[in-house]
C-alpha cells in the first residue's frame, strides 16, 4: 500500500474514532437520563422515557460497534468488515434523516404533547407522586421557571385546590429567593404579586433554550453528518486500494 493510500486509511481511522466518541457520547447522555431518572420521568412521563433512553442506548451502542468494525477492517485490510462498516453507516444516515424530517414534520404535535404532559403532571401528580413531585422542584430549580406555562397553571392543580391549610400558591421551588418562603408561595396568586416568583414557565424556557441554541444544534448535526459521509468515502477508497493489491498478488 502506498503513500496516498496510507494518508487514506489515517483519515478513514481518523473520522471512524470521532464516529465511535460519538456513540460514546450517546452512552454517556444514557446515563446521565438513567441517573436523573426522575427528572426526566418527570419532564417526558415513564413510557417516554424509557422509549428514548432505550433508543438512545441502541444507537449509541450501535454507533461504537460500527466504528469498532472500521477500525478492524482497515488494520485487517478485510473488505468484508469495511463493506459491513460502509452498510451500517448507511443505515445509520438514513435513520438520522428520517428522523430530522419527522421532527421537523410533527415538531408542533412534539411540543404539544410534552406541554400536555406536563400540565397533567401538575393538575394531578404533584403533591401526591413522589416522582413527579422530585421532578417538578428539580426542573422549577434548575430552569428558574414556574408551572408549564407560568405560574398560574398551579391554581387547577389537585395539590393546590386540596391544600386548605397553608393554601400555598406555588411550590417552593417557584421563589426566585428561597429566604422569600414561605411569603412568596402564599397568596400570590390571588393578590396578584408575583414578583417573588419566576414568572416564565417551564415550557417556554425550554422552547427558548431549544431556540437559543438551534443554529449549535444543527451545527452539530450537520458536522456528524459530515463525518459519516468523510467515513464513507475513505472506506471506499480503502475498499478499492485492497482490491487492487490483492489482483497484484
Request: glycine residues 6%.
Amino acid at each position: 500500500m502506498g503513500l496516498g493510500m496510507g494518508c487514506i486509511r489515517l483519515l478513514f481511522f481518523l473520522f471512524t474514532f470521532i464516529l465511535w466518541l460519538c456513540g460514546l457520547v450517546i452512552i454517556a447522555l444514557c446515563l446521565w437520563m438513567a441517573i436523573d431518572q426522575i427528572y426526566f420521568e418527570a419532564l417526558l412521563g415513564a413510557e417516554v422515557y424509557e422509549v428514548v433512553l432505550y433508543t438512545l442506548l441502541a444507537c449509541g451502542a450501535l454507533i461504537c460497534l460500527v466504528g469498532f468494525f472500521g477500525c478492524c477492517g482497515a488494520l485487517r485490510e478485510s473488505k468484508c468488515l469495511l463493506s459491513l462498516y460502509f452498510v451500517c453507516v448507511i443505515i445509520i444516515l438514513v435513520v438520522q434523516l428520517i428522523i430530522a424530517i419527522l421532527a421537523i414534520i410533527y415538531h408542533e404535535l412534539i411540543v404539544w404533547s410534552i406541554d400536555d404532559h406536563l400540565q397533567r403532571s401538575i393538575d394531578y401528580h404533584y403533591g401526591y407522586y413522589h416522582i413527579h413531585t422530585r421532578g417538578w422542584d428539580t426542573l422549577q430549580e434548575d430552569w428558574k421557571c414556574c408551572g408549564s406555562r407560568d405560574y398560574q397553571d398551579w391554581q387547577t392543580s389537585r395539590w393546590y385546590l386540596s391544600d386548605q391549610t397553608t393554601h400555598q400558591a406555588v411550590p417552593r421551588a417557584c421563589c426566585i429567593d428561597p429566604n422569600d418562603y414561605p411569603a412568596c408561595t402564599r397568596g400570590t396568586i390571588k393578590a396578584n404579586n408575583p414578583q417573588m416568583l419566576f414568572n416564565e414557565g417551564c415550557m417556554t424556557a425550554m422552547l427558548e433554550w431549544v431556540q437559543y441554541n438551534l443554529e449549535l444544534i444543527f451545527g452539530l448535526a450537520i458536522a456528524i453528518a459530515c463525518i459519516e459521509i468523510c467515513s464513507l468515502i475513505f472506506c471506499c477508497c480503502l475498499h478499492q486500494s485492497i482490491e487492487k493489491d490483492a489482483s497484484y498478488v
